[in-house]
């Protein structure tokens, strides 16, 4: 496929014995034999694919000269695995396999690599960095980096303590009876009630069907997932991070926590008047051009 100022195309790689599907994109005008190029994996957040929210970034890379590789989580969009569950450490296996991938395409620089991840994306991408110093730059937009502080701080005390327990009790009958019971997405973290840019989740546009639902179990492995405990980890590899004051998905304060633990160099870009989904294209925002601006000079300044 090929569009202005880049190329994309459908790429598979293995992760745990499973088969994840991918874009890969380059500048259009690379060829064969050019000189090696830094790249960048793109991970999408909750909804787990490839398509969702992750186009513009790598597009926008690729224009600007870097490869970009924007894969599906495993049991996500096209790739292979079990649906229904959403383990972030099974995603962070996804994005050491997909930087080892990288590392075997024609034209791409394998001692630059970076990693950009958006809201539960910028999640893996922190972990990921901590322990895979193959991973050079680092980019966090409207980030998780502690998923019981994140799920705790979008309710109030009482729902809190509703929601935590529910998930105790489930996880005391899965164990003793191996039945599970599956939740609504937009029950775990909410959507944004007042936002009119929310992207369209048609097959035809993304590829895929889209299951909102997961297992409880899935709550109970973002509680235990803490990319805040280890970013200290990453200096003195550069990190970027975004924080959108009118987050309501996932609160800056979550951002600035982790922001100030995070060893330099660093850089917190604040965006006062964004809410959460401002930060992708299909919103049309402003807010968008600011991330992916900050973004590419980030990756051509450190990468």
């Keep these: 496929m090929t569009d202005e100022g880049y190329t994309r195309k459908d790429v ?29 994996i793109s991970l999408t957040g909750y909804s787990g694919r490839k398509n969702v929210a992750t186009v513009d970034i790598p597009r926008r890379l690729a ?20 649906r229904r569950r959403h383990r972030p450490l099974e995603q962070a296996q996804n994005v ?4 080892t991938y990288l590392e075997t395409i024609d034209g791409v620089d394998a001692n630059r690599i970076g990693v950009y991840g958006s809201s539960f994306g910028a999640a893996n991408a922190i972990w990921s960095a901590a322990f895979d110093p193959r991973l050079k730059v680092i980019v966090s937009a409207v980030g998780v980096h502690d998923g019981e502080r994140w799920l705790r701080s979008v309710r109030s005390a009482y729902d809190w303590y509703m929601f935590r327990d529910a998930v105790r009790t489930e996880a005391r009958h ?16 909410p959507l944004d009630p007042d936002a009119s840019d929310k ?11 889209d299951d909102p639902y997961v297992d409880m179990e899935s709550v109970e492995a973002a509680f ?3 990319p805040d405990w280890v970013v200290d ?10 924080a959108a004051g009118y987050d309501s998905m996932v609160p800056p304060e979550e951002v600035h926590l982790t ?13 006062p008047e964004a809410r959460h989904n401002q930060i992708y294209e299909f919103s049309n925002s402003q807010h968008f051009e600011t991330v992916a601006q900050e973004t590419t000079a980030w990756f051509k300044t450190h990468l």
Aim: glycine content about 8%; aromatic content about 16%.
């Design 12 to 40: 598979a790689f293995y992760s745990d014995g499973y088969k994840i599907t991918a874009h890969l994109y380059r500048p259009a005008e690379w060829r064969s034999g050019d000189p090696s190029l830094p790249a960048v």
């Design 63 to 82: 224009r600007e000269g870097f490869v970009a590789l924007a894969p599906d989580y495993v049991g996500y969009g096209e790739a292979e695995g079990p």
């Design 96 to 99: 050491y396999d997909a930087t």
């Design 174 to 189: 899965r164990v003793v009876t191996g039945k599970k019971q599956t939740i609504y997405r937009y029950d775990i973290y």
């Design 199 to 209: 992207p369209t989740m048609t097959v035809e546009k993304h590829g895929a069907a």
């Design 224 to 226: 235990r997932y803490k």
């Design 233 to 242: 980890r990453i200096s003195p590899r550069p990190v970027l991070f975004f």
């Design 259 to 271: 922001f100030e633990k995070c060893g330099e160099p660093k850089k917190l870009v604040q965006l």
